[in-house]
């Protein structure tokens, strides 16, 4: 079945440590996202990726960093500059350009202690 | 820049009865609309999209919106509402192909928590 991964469901981290979290596609995807969600706030986008070796930042890159090495993999790390890392991050794929429509993965809740 | 607004944070509703989840955006181009669903601790899933043509979409679920141009709005509704249609939903909004920009980032509004009680 084609679809997009998140590992792993769940992280814990202490305060001051980098964390990296995967986001897998084998839709053959050209474009993918990464977002944050926190209660009451929607989605809002921290980095998206339209090709291979080329990324932007979105609205909210500070204290993150991603790479795109491969088409079918967007890791993010969240860093120790983050200041509130605590949320639900979601990684999103789609087609690329005129393509809008998103497809989710199923989200990795990061809890800092 | 393009925003959207759901105008209700919280919808609760009765089993069987009609609910509208209201949706507007702004935008100074042309747009492509979506709205998604996440049931808790999941990803979101799409319910149905507005490209172009036909301002009534049917989507997945027995859901459906229209598209209003002039009122910049794209509400959702289902006439009769199960308990398993309790989740959170998102308005979302693009630019167009067409309206000349190569911006394909969605906007999201900040949801509105369906609750449907028995």
């Known amino acids: 079945d084609g679809g997009i991964t998140q590992s792993p469901k769940y992280l814990f981290r202490k305060e001051g440590q980098n964390v990296t979290l995967s986001c897998e596609q084998n839709?053959?995807?050209?474009?993918m996202y990464w977002y944050r969600q926190d209660p009451g706030q929607g989605l809002r986008l921290i980095y998206y990726?339209?090709?291979?070796?080329?990324?932007q930042k979105g609205d909210i890159a500070e204290g993150y960093s991603v790479s795109r090495e491969k088409k079918e993999s967007f890791p993010l790390t969240v860093t120790s500059a983050q200041k509130n890392p605590t949320a639900f991050y979601l990684c999103a794929s789609s087609r690329g350009p005129g393509f809008n429509e998103q497809f989710f993965g199923p989200g990795t809740r990061l809890t800092v202690l | 820049a393009q925003s959207v607004t759901q105008l209700d944070s919280q919808v609760p509703v009765f089993e069987e009865a009609p609910v509208e989840l209201r949706c507007n955006y702004s935008s100074s181009v042309s747009v492509y609309l979506f709205w998604y669903v996440q049931y808790p601790n999941q990803g979101l899933q799409l319910l149905l999209k507005y490209l172009s043509g036909s301002t009534l979409v049917k989507g997945i679920n027995g859901f459906e919106a229209e598209f209003n141009k002039s009122q910049t709005s794209f509400h959702l509704r289902k006439p009769s509402v199960h308990i398993s249609d309790t989740a959170e939903y998102f308005c979302a909004v693009t630019q167009a192909q067409n309206s000349g920009g190569s911006n394909y980032k969605l906007t999201f509004g900040k949801g509105t928590l369906l609750t449907v009680n028995p």
């Open positions: 839709l053959n995807h050209d474009a």
């Open positions: 990726s339209q090709i291979v070796n080329d990324f």
